[in-house]
C-alpha cells in the first residue's frame, strides 16, 4: 500500500484520522504507532519484525546513549549501519526481499536519535526527552507518513507536534477551526504531491521504459536527450511529489512541515542543487558524517576526503551497483572542480553554474539509472555520437514520435520548474480558483490511477 494507493487514499487515510482526533491527547501517540504498524504490515508484512526489533533495540540503547557513554552509542549505531548494510548486500547479491521498504530511511532516523541522545539535545534523566517516553520514541521511529521513503524528520521536529500538545484555546470552536485548517494546508500539500506524482512522473515514466525495450543502440541521438531530459524530471517529480505528499500527511497529523526539495533546478551549481534536492538525507550527512570529520574547516585535502567520504556513503545508501558509484563520483568530482575555482578567486559566473545544473546534472542521470557500464557508454555514444563508432539501426523518426506523445507531459514538467509558478500558488492558494484546480487535479489523479494502477514510487527502492 503506497500513498497513491486509492485504498489509502479513501480507506486507511480517513479512518486513521477519524481515529487519531477522537482519541484525547495523550493517546494520539499510541494510535499513531498502532496505525503505522499496520501500514508497514500492508506495505511489508514479512519485514515487519525487523522494524520493531530494531526500534526497540534503539530505545533501549538510547539511555545510555543520553549518559554520555560513547561505548554505547558506538555499538548502537554500529549494529545499526551492520543490519543496513547486511540488507543491502543481500538484497543486491540475491534478492530484493533481503531489504525491507523503507529500512534505510528509518535506520537514519534511529542513528540520529541516538547521536542526538548523546550530543544532549534529547535530555532529561529517563534518556527520552522532557514529557517524553519510550512509546514516543517509537512512534517517532514508526510515524507511517514517513516510514517507507523519509524524510529523515529530526526528533525535534517530532516533539513539535501540535496534535500531542493540550490546546490552550478553551473555545471547542476555535480548535475545530485550527483542525479543519490544519487538514486542509496537509490536503493541499498531498494533492500537489500526487499530482506531480501521477500525472507528470507516472506519464513520462513509459517514454524511459520504451527506451530501455527499444535498446540504447537503436535511438537516435535526439531521442536519447529528450529521454534523459525526461529522466530528470521524472526522478524528480517522483521523489518531490512524494516528499509532498509525506509532509501534507503530517501537517493534517500535527506536525511542522518538513521540505525536502527546494526548486533544485534553479540553483546556480551543482553544490547548491544539492544543498536544495534531498534535504533531510543531506542534512543527516552533514550534521552526522561531514562535520563531525571536519567538515571544510582543515584545508583543502581534508575537506577533499571528507566530502569523498560523504559521496561513497551517499553512493552505498543508494546501492551498490556501478552505476551510482559513477554517479556519485561524477557529483564529487564536479563539486570539487567548482569548490577548487571558487579557492583560487575564480569565481563562476553565474550562467556557467546554470549550464553545470542543467548539463551535467542531466547527465548524473544517466549513471544513476543505468547500472551497467557497458549499457551506459551505449547511451553516451548515442548523446555524444562523436565520441566512435555508435553503429545500429536508427529510426529518424523516434523523437518526433516520442515528443508527439509525451510532449505535453513534458511541457507541464518544465513549466513547474519555475520558482515563480510555485510562488504564484503559494500567495493564491486561498483562492476560490485555486481550490477549484486543486479538487479537480485530485479528481484527475484517482481518474488516473482507477485505469492504469498505482505505479511504485521510484525510491521505495532504497
Known amino acids: 500500500m503506497s500513498f497513491t494507493d486509492l485504498n489509502f487514499v479513501f480507506r486507511f487515510l480517513p479512518v486513521f484520522l477519524l481515529l487519531y482526533y477522537i482519541f484525547p491527547v495523550s493517546f494520539r501517540p499510541y494510535v499513531l504507532a498502532a496505525g503505522s504498524l499496520v501500514f508497514y504490515a500492508f506495505a511489508d508484512p514479512r519485514c515487519l519484525p525487523v522494524l520493531i526489533m530494531m526500534g526497540i533495540w534503539n530505545c533501549i540503547m538510547a539511555p545510555a546513549c543520553a549518559k554520555k557513554d560513547k561505548a554505547a552509542l558506538c555499538f548502537g549505531v554500529g ?55 519510550f512509546a514516543d520514541a517509537l512512534c517517532y521511529f514508526f510515524m507511517f507518513p514517513q516510514l517507507a521513503m523519509g524524510p529523515i524528520m529530526r526528533f525535534s521536529d517530532y ?29 493541499t500539500f498531498f494533492i500537489a504531491g500526487m499530482a506531480f506524482k501521477v500525472l507528470l512522473a507516472d506519464h513520462l515514466e513509459p517514454l524511459w521504459q520504451s527506451l530501455n525495450t527499444a535498446g540504447y543502440e537503436s535511438i537516435s541521438t535526439p531521442l536519447a536527450w529528450l529521454g534523459i531530459a525526461s529522466r530528470s524530471m521524472q526522478i524528480y517529480y517522483d521523489f518531490m511529489g512524494y516528499s509532498l505528499m509525506a509532509a501534507g500527511l503530517g501537517v493534517m497529523l500535527g506536525f511542522p512541515f518538513v521540505k525536502n526539495f527546494d526548486q533544485p533546478y534553479a540553483a546556480g551549481s551543482v553544490s547548491e542543487f544539492y544543498r536544495r534536492w534531498h534535504m533531510t538525507l543531506g542534512s543527516f550527512f552533514r550534521d552526522y558524517v561531514y562535520i563531525p570529520m571536519g567538515g571544510s574547516r582543515c584545508g583543502w585535502a581534508r575537506t577533499a576526503a571528507n566530502l569523498a567520504f560523504v559521496w561513497l556513503l551517499t553512493g552505498i545508501w543508494h546501492g551498490i551497483t556501478p552505476g551510482f558509484f559513477i554517479w556519485s563520483g561524477s557529483l564529487l568530482l564536479l563539486i570539487l572542480v567548482e569548490k577548487a575555482l571558487d579557492e583560487r578567486g575564480l569565481k563562476r559566473k553565474k550562467v556557467i553554474g546554470r549550464i553545470n545544473v542543467l548539463f551535467f546534472i542531466p547527465l548524473t542521470w544517466c549513471a544513476f539509472s543505468i547500472d551497467a557500464p557497458g549499457r551506459l557508454a551505449a547511451y553516451f555514444l548515442r548523446l555524444f555520437p562523436i565520441l566512435g563508432d555508435s553503429a545500429g539501426i536508427v529510426y529518424r523518426g523516434d523523437f518526433k514520435a516520442a515528443l508527439e506523445e509525451y510532449g505535453i507531459y513534458l511541457f507541464f514538467s518544465l513549466v513547474f520548474l519555475f520558482p515563480q509558478v510555485y510562488h504564484y500558488f503559494g500567495k493564491k492558494r486561498r483562492k476560490p480558483a485555486v481550490t477549484v484546480l486543486f479538487i479537480v487535479l485530485f479528481a484527475l489523479c484517482v481518474i488516473s490511477v482507477k485505469r492504469t494502477g498505482s505505479n511504485p514510487f521510484m525510491y521505495a527502492g532504497f
Open 79 to 133: 549494529l545499526d549501519i551492520v543490519l543496513l548494510c547486511a540488507a543491502k548486500i543481500l538484497a543486491a547479491t540475491y534478492d530484493p526481499v533481503f531489504l525491507p521498504v523503507g529500512m534505510s530511511f528509518y535506520t537514519f532516523r534511529m542513528i540520529a536519535f541516538l547521536a542526538d541522545s548523546y550530543r544532549g539535545k534529547i535530555p532529561s534523566s529517563d534518556g527520552w526527552g522532557g514529557g517524553t517516553s
Open 159 to 187: 516533539r513539535k507536534c501540535a496534535a500531542f500538545r493540550t490546546p490552550v484555546v478553551i473555545k471547542k470552536s476555535v480548535r475545530f477551526r485550527n483542525l479543519i485548517q490544519r487538514l486542509e494546508n496537509g490536503m
